[in-house]
């Protein structure tokens, strides 16, 4: 899951849970004592959630069909495929208001190194919303394959997302409402009370 999942994930929060969930893969090491507890619980929170999908039957499945030479890779892709899927699965309106708020609580605070100047980029590009265009979030997955060194693997599962998307489609509806189910949160189909 990227950030529009993880968000998803962390909307019933407050605004520092969110923000601790939204960062947390620039936050490294166990020792959260710098952050506030409601920012290191969103981390917690969020790892919690990559490990469930991560160990998820639907995810090894994935895995085990990518492409050989891309398999390390295949998992940062579908992390991004993940979020497409969670866009395109939400209510234009709730993916609007979700979006806003991502954006409100980002723009509040700066992000840890690692992520610092994605961030702006992310707002400023409003790629939560543009995940909702799978062409978007190829061209995303491969420009993450640029930043990596050596060969773009990222770039190379492209073509193999872009066949095999029904078959993705389908286990993204079986595995998103397993991670919902898993952390008593309420499936996008579901309506939403807003807090």
């Known amino acids: ?21 939204l ?6 090491g166990a020792d959260l004592s710098s952050w506030s507890a ?3 619980s ?8 990559d490990a469930f999908v991560d ?4 995810v090894s499945a994935v895995l085990e069909r990518s492409p050989r030479r891309q398999r390390r890779y295949a998992g940062i892709a579908l992390d991004l495929v993940w979020d497409h899927f ?3 699965s939400l209510a234009s309106d709730e993916r609007h208001w979700l979006v806003a708020r991502c ?21 400023e590009q409003d790629w939560l919303n543009r995940y909702a265009d799978f062409a978007f979030t190829c061209r995303a997955i ?10 773009n693997r990222l770039a190379e599962l492209v073509p193999w997302l872009e066949e095999d998307y029904e078959r993705l489609a389908r286990d993204f509806e079986r595995l998103w409402p397993a991670v919902n189910d898993a952390l008593g949160i309420a499936s996008p189909q579901d309506r939403v009370t807003r807090p």
């Open 1 to 21: 899951m990227n950030f529009l999942a993880h968000g998803w994930l962390a909307r019933g929060g407050s605004d520092d849970f969110l923000y601790g969930n």
């Open 86 to 88: 969670a866009a395109r």
């Open 23 to 28: 960062i947390a893969d620039g936050v490294k």
């Open 142 to 151: 491969a420009g993450i394959g640029r930043r990596l060194s050596g060969p």
């Open 42 to 49: 969103g981390i917690r929170h969020h790892r919690r959630v």
């Open 103 to 123: 954006y409100r609580v980002l723009a509040r605070r700066p992000a840890p190194a690692r992520l610092a100047a994605m961030m702006p980029v992310l707002v």
């Open 38 to 40: 409601e920012q290191a």
């Open 55 to 58: 160990g998820h039957p639907v």
